[in-house]
């Protein structure tokens, strides 16, 4: 039978009461019970908590914790259906003893244990009270129906009290506690109860003796148990060392992701000595927006990958337009506003990287639906693509550019609110504003005229310091100081990507074009 055994922390008040009341109702059904049942057959009642002592010591501890699984319910069953309540009363508690040894419980615990084995077999010598019948001359048939039934109730009722102390002790659902750890004791119980029927018709047909000889179909149960949980617990071993091999593994691969995505916005950045770090920036900037607003963290790194990559399609730009410092033609602004339809279908190639694919196409969509490349108004842009592109535009207006100098912080805090409803989302940009109040300047800093300044003081920015890290610091650790084993390591995979990219960027540029 399934025995609780003492826990590590001493049971809260809410839990001694639970149990107290367990206690209280197994006393009220033996006086209720007692004194209906027929005269005390003594030697029997204790044969079969003999019976039942030994089958409990021999229980097999499975891989669930302080759980163990026994034919001691035979015993119980087979006594309460010949002997009545008196059996119960007996045998319940006996069963206990061996739990409380086994465990080292205190004398609560014991007494909770040995009132609920008692409540499982008083309810089913009350129900074959209730049913009038002398148990002793119904049919066999008969016979083996009760045993089943009044183990389904043993069953149902130990398992659940275990759970009703265990939810409270633990503070989790009691069904899902159930279901976890007893659900799947249902058909051995039925087993037991068909066990405590051999019980029986051994009793009624060779008296004591009989009882005796069922050890050998009991001892044999149990062996076959033994093997049975031996094997299973080596399964879940198994499971769970290659659990944890899958887990290590997925770490990583996810590392190894993360700096490839690291090198090739270095590599996109090196292109143009003016936009040093711009994509590091972008990325810190959008993380840190989708934090505060409150988004799951693996959709934080969707949109801090959508950072990284954002204008991973100028790689199909022409250096004389990207790089011209003077005002662009019609002609040359219409190419360059092709750029977030390459990348994302560049990106889209990529598995790992679908869903970050609408971010990097609609980064330059505007609130009003005068953005490019589809128009998109409002809400029809995606949150993450409208975070991207003010993290953009805040990292374009505070560094040196060709075209322009840096614009000093207030100038830049006055112009995203100017353009708040037209170019952004308003509210993105009260977040972005907030995130400013709380940290600081220190956050926004010129990417091209000075690129130290990624390395501010990260003790004014206790609260952002691990992303800072991360998008500079790090970055810096992990792709320009990298060891040699490592660039090794990486080699092939940035090699295969750039490879792909460059092999697909005259076709994407192609389709973009028709």
């Not at 069953?77 to 080292?104: D, E, H, N, Q, S």
């Not at 659902?173 to 750890?181: A, G, K, V």
């Not at 049975?228 to 659990?243: F, G, K, M, S």
């Amino acid at each position: 039978m399934a025995s609780i055994a003492t826990p590590k922390i001493q049971p809260a008040r809410m839990l001694r009461a639970y149990i107290v009341t367990v206690i209280v109702l197994a006393v009220l059904l033996a006086t209720l019970l007692v004194p209906l049942s027929p005269p005390v057959n003594w030697p029997g009642i204790l044969l079969l908590a003999a019976l039942a002592i030994l089958t409990e010591a021999l229980g097999i501890e499975i891989y669930v914790k302080n759980t163990s699984v026994s034919t001691s319910a035979a015993a119980l069953l087979g006594g309460v259906l010949l002997f009545g309540p008196m059996a119960a009363i007996v045998i319940g508690p006996a069963i206990a003893v061996v739990a409380t040894i086994k465990y080292r419980s205190p004398i609560l615990r014991f007494l909770f244990n040995a009132s609920n084995h008692s409540i499982g077999g008083l309810i089913c010598a009350a129900l074959v009270i209730m049913s009038t019948l002398v148990f002793n001359e119904i049919s066999p048939y008969a016979q083996l129906c009760y045993a089943i039934v009044a183990a389904a109730i043993v069953y149902v009722s130990t398992t659940m009290l275990i759970a009703g102390a265990m939810s409270i002790d633990q503070q989790l659902p009691l069904l899902s506690i159930w279901m976890e750890r007893f659900r799947w004791l249902g058909l051995h119980y039925i087993a037991l109860g068909i066990v405590a029927y051999a019980l029986i018709y051994s009793y009624l047909t060779s008296g004591m003796l009989g009882i005796l000889f069922m050890l050998v179909p009991l001892l044999m149960l149990r062996y076959s148990q033994k093997q049975y949980v031996d094997r299973t617990e080596a399964i879940v071993l198994q499971l769970r060392t290659q659990n944890s091999e899958l887990i290590q593994q997925a770490a990583e691969i996810s590392l190894l992701n993360d700096e490839i995505l690291l090198v090739l916005a270095k590599a996109l950045d090196l292109r143009d000595p003016y936009v040093s770090e711009h994509s590091h920036h972008v990325a810190l900037y959008a993380e840190l927006i989708a934090r505060e607003l409150g988004l799951a963290t693996d959709h934080v790194e969707l949109v801090r990958r959508a950072g990284l990559l954002h204008d991973i399609g100028k790689l199909g730009i022409p250096e004389a337009v990207l790089y011209k410092p003077a005002r662009l033609t019609d002609e040359e602004y219409e190419i360059i506003k092709k750029h977030p339809t390459v990348g994302a279908e560049l990106v889209q190639g990529c598995h790992s990287l679908q869903s970050i694919v609408p971010f990097i196409r609609h980064h330059h969509e505007h609130y009003d639906g005068k953005g490019y490349p589809a128009g998109l108004a409002g809400t029809a842009i995606p949150l993450e693509a409208r975070i991207v592109g003010l993290a953009d535009a805040i990292e374009a207006m505070a560094s040196d550019r060709p075209y322009h100098k840096a614009m000093p912080l207030p100038a830049i805090q006055a112009e995203i609110k100017r353009c708040a409803g037209t170019q952004f989302d308003p509210a993105i940009v009260d977040l972005f504003s907030k995130i400013l109040d709380r940290v600081g300047s220190q956050l926004v800093t010129n990417s091209a005229r000075n690129v130290a300044a990624k390395h501010a003081d990260a003790s004014l920015l206790p609260q952002y310091a691990s992303i800072h890290r991360a998008a500079s610091v790090g970055q810096e650790n992990h792709v320009v100081a990298m060891n040699s084993d490592w660039a090794v390591s990486i080699a092939k995979p940035v090699s295969d990507l750039v490879g792909m990219a460059a092999s697909n960027l005259t076709q994407v540029i192609a389709g973009v074009g028709d």
